[in-house]
Structure formats: structure tokens, C-alpha cells
């Protein structure tokens, strides 16, 4: 059996190793090399922007509000009349994602509300087609390509409106329509806006994966858009795993990829007030790319498009430190020191990236260090800084009493070989007072 380079694909997309016969064992090695070619931009990456926009932007309370708040279809509807935002408000967020120092957005074409920010020859129910008469999709490729972004759709598999939304999982006759409609949807989405970037599925209730004939959707996907990168969310591992408001990494190597509020609400929410703070922000930041991941962080504008006042702050400041401090996070890698009360790490090659958050004075250390340091600067001043170094820690000496950089103060380290941390052999091997 001969596998032909689309089926292979649609096997990736798929992830499907009982179908690995011997001839697609041999194509394996193929396969990984085509996902890591797919996805090298987005490792290096590392950063994006995921935004929340929808008629739930107009309410106000939350894009969960409708099924919460127990929201009739009818009466929720009406929003389509007064979601009238300015125009290419998508480039607000875009300049702004740019200069946060992020690579890519993703944002929301479909979310469970149902309503489309596409044009859509399967709906009436989408912004071209009712008040707002405009492609909002369209807006947003044009604003993230404009800044030099990746541009990704997220689109939300399970709808709300939809009369065969939930009706699919035991009306045979519904389900094949539903699906007709999901997947000629998603066909929309990855013709008619040029090259995309990334495909986000969201919440595949109620069907399983044959039910939404997802291997067929991931395969439709890979010959629309050779190199593209789709996440697990059709209930196929697809190319990357998406933990949701918590930063665990993958095992054995696969990609993932923490998506993350900014407050409590992925959709515009008037009073959520739980922000994070910057700091929280760049040592999430951090704490991916030490581990090999990626962090997409959202940002939910008003129904006009506007970004809240509270969310441009936080990425501004957050670009800030970027500015300064970015080398450390593009294409940096797994990093094994991660011991530390005060402080994160990340890794490029044998340079080691000292985060300090809570900056302690003179001197900062790192305990158990296994490598040799050669040299030590603070990463934005590139001023040079003395250590010593015996088995047990290497210490960082006469270094201001405040901390020189906000809010995370780096340290570059360069080491003679991959910095790596032994905390065993401190608490076993540090001596103990003598008997
Ligand atoms: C969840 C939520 C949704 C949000 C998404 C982002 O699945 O249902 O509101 O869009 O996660 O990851």
C-alpha cells in the first residue's frame, strides 16, 4: 500500500497510529519532518495574541453569557444589530500585539454563539450580512499581515444557534447537515482569506471525532493550506496540545501551546476587574519558554472594536520588557535550571537566561549549577558582572540593591556546556555539622 503524500498528511493531522501500517511507518519519519517544518516559525515564536470578538463583545458579560445566562436565541440575536464596530479596528490590536513583542494572533471567526465574523454562503447570520455589513475576518488578515503577523482563526466547532447544534447527536439526518455545514465553513475560512497560519478548533461537543468525521476535516485542512498548524480541539491530536489557564508541559516532546486571560474572561466581560499584573504576565511568559512553549495571551475588545484601557497597559508593559529582553524568549530552548525562589530561567544553546522577579540585592545565586560559568552580564545594560563558583553555587556579585530592570531583571550566564541544576546534590552533599 502506497501512501500518497496527502493521505500521509491527513494521517498526521490525524495522529492516527492504528492506521500506521508498514508503508506508513516508513512514511512516519516524512511525516515528522513535514510538522517540524510547519511549525519551526511558531516554536521560534513563542508569544501571540489571542483575541475574543463576537456579539458577546456588545453585551458585555462574558462570551459564555448566552448558554449562562440562559440567553433565548431570539433575543440574543438582536445583538447582530447593534455590533456596528469601527472600522478596522483589527488594526489596533495588531500594532499592539506587535509591539508586545508577539509573533501571531488568533481570533475568534465562530465562537459558540454561532454568529460568523466571516462571510459565510451557509448563514445569514454573520457580520457581512447583518448590521455591521462588513467581513470582519477580512479586516483582521489585512490588519496581522500589515504588521508582519501569523494570522490564525479560531473557530468553535459546538454552536449555539445552529438548529442542528445539539439535535446532531441522535438525528442522523441533523448531524449530516451540521457537519456539511462545519466542515463547508471551515472550507470558507482557509479559501478565501490567502494564506493561513494556524487552524484553532474549539469545543467539539456533542459529537465524537467520526461523528464530526474529523480525520476527513484535518485532511480537507492540509490540502487547502499545505502549512498550516491545527491544534487538538477536533478531538484529534493534530500538530500541538492546548492547555487552557495553566502552564503544563507536554511529554515526550510534543508541542504545546497555554492559552491565557487577562482577567477572568475570554470575551469582553465590563466588570472583570482580576488582572493580571505584568509581572505575572512575563514570568508566564517565561515559565513556557523555559519548558518549550508557547503562550497565547487574549485580549477581549468592547463590541466597537476598542481595546480596554487596563489590557493595553499590561502589553505595553509587557513590550517594554520585551524590547529589552525578547533574545532570551524567541527561539530559546528547553531549559533544565529551574530552581529558585526569586527567579525563572530560560535557556539558548550553553547561555543561561536568569529571570529575577523578586530581586533580592547583592548577591543573586544560583544553587547546584553543574556547569562552569565563563561570563556573566546583566542581558539590558550588557553590563558585566563578577561571580564566583565552587560546587555547590555560583553567586553573583555587587549588583545594585534595586532592581535594575522592571519587572523582571535578566541575567545572561554563559556557561561552558548546557547549563544544567543537581538540587539533590545539594541537600545530599552540602556538609552537615560536624558530629
Ligand atoms: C474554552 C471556552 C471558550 C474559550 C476557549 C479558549 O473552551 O469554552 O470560551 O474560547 O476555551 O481556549
Given at each position: 500500500m502506497e501512501l500518497s503524500r496527502r493521505d500521509y498528511l491527513g494521517l498526521l493531522g490525524a495522529g492516527a497510529s492504528a492506521a500506521m501500517t508498514a508503508a506508513g511507518a516508513a512514511g512516519a519519519a516524512e511525516g515528522d519532518a513535514d510538522r517540524e517544518r510547519r511549525m519551526r516559525w511558531w516554536h521560534e515564536a513563542r508569544f501571540g495574541m489571542f483575541v475574543h470578538w463576537g456579539l458577546y463583545s456588545v453585551r458585555g458579560r462574558h462570551e459564555w453569557a448566552m448558554e449562562n445566562e440562559a440567553v433565548p436565541v431570539d433575543e440574543y440575536a438582536q445583538l447582530a444589530r447593534r455590533f456596528t464596530p469601527k472600522p478596522n479596528a483589527a488594526r489596533a490590536w495588531a500594532k499592539l500585539a506587535k509591539q508586545a513583542g508577539q509573533k501571531y494572533m488568533v481570533m475568534t471567526t465562530k465562537h459558540h454563539e454561532g454568529f460568523c465574523l466571516f462571510n459565510s454562503k451557509y448563514t445569514s447570520y454573520c457580520a457581512p450580512k447583518q448590521a455591521c455589513g462588513r467581513d470582519l475576518v477580512r479586516e483582521y488578515v489585512?490588519?496581522?499581515?500589515?504588521?508582519?503577523?501569523?494570522?490564525?482563526?479560531y473557530y468553535s466547532l459546538m454552536d449555539w444557534h445552529h438548529p442542528d447544534g445539539a439535535r446532531c447527536a441522535q438525528d442522523e439526518a441533523a448531524r449530516r447537515r451540521f457537519v456539511d455545514y462545519i466542515h463547508g465553513q471551515i472550507r470558507e475560512l482557509l479559501t478565501n482569506y490567502g494564506k493561513i497560519d494556524i487552524l484553532w478548533y474549539d469545543v467539539a461537543w456533542p459529537l465524537d471525532p467520526a461523528g464530526w468525521e474529523s480525520e476527513k476535516m484535518n485532511r480537507m485542512v492540509f490540502q487547502l493550506q499545505p502549512d498550516i498548524i491545527v491544534n487538538n480541539r477536533n478531538k484529534l491530536p493534530g500538530d500541538f496540545s492546548t492547555p487552557e489557564q495553566h502552564i503544563t508541559a507536554e511529554k515526550g516532546g510534543r508541542a504545546w501551546e497555554t492559552c491565557m486571560t487577562m482577567n477572568d474572561s475570554w470575551g469582553y466581560q465590563r466588570a472583570d476587574d482580576d488582572w493580571k499584573s505584568p509581572k505575572t504576565v512575563v514570568r508566564n511568559l517565561i515559565t513556557c519558554s523555559r519548558d518549550g512553549g508557547n503562550f497565547l495571551f487574549n485580549i477581549g475588545p468592547r463590541g466597537d472594536g476598542s481595546i480596554p484601557e487596563e489590557s493595553v497597559r499590561i502589553l505595553t508593559a509587557v513590550g517594554q520588557w520585551m524590547d529589552r529582553n525578547s533574545s532570551t524568549i524567541y527561539g530559546s530552548d528547553p531549559c533544565r535550571v529551574?530552581?529558585?525562589?526569586?527567579?525563572?530561567?530560560?535557556?539558548?544553546?550553553?547561555?543561561l537566561y536568569q529571570h529575577v522577579h523578586f530581586w533580592p540585592g547583592s548577591p543573586v545565586i544560583v544553587a547546584g549549577l553543574q556547569t562552569r560559568?565563563?561570563?556573566a552580564r546583566l542581558l539590558a545594560s550588557g553590563q558585566p558582572v563578577k561571580f564566583q563558583q565552587?560546587?555547590?553555587r555560583v553567586q553573583f556579585l555587587n549588583l545594585p540593591e534595586k532592581a535594575?530592570?522592571?519587572?523582571?531583571?535578566?541575567?545572561a550566564i554563559e556557561c561552558e556546556g548546557e547549563p544544567v541544576q543537581d538540587m539533590n546534590m545539594v541537600r545530599t552533599q552540602r556538609k552537615r555539622e560536624r558530629a
Open positions: 489585512d490588519a496581522a499581515r500589515a504588521e508582519g503577523l501569523r494570522v490564525g482563526f529551574r530552581t529558585s525562589v526569586y527567579s525563572n530561567f530560560t535557556r539558548k544553546g550553553n547561555t560559568v565563563k561570563s565552587d560546587h555547590l535594575p530592570d522592571e519587572p523582571v531583571t535578566t541575567l
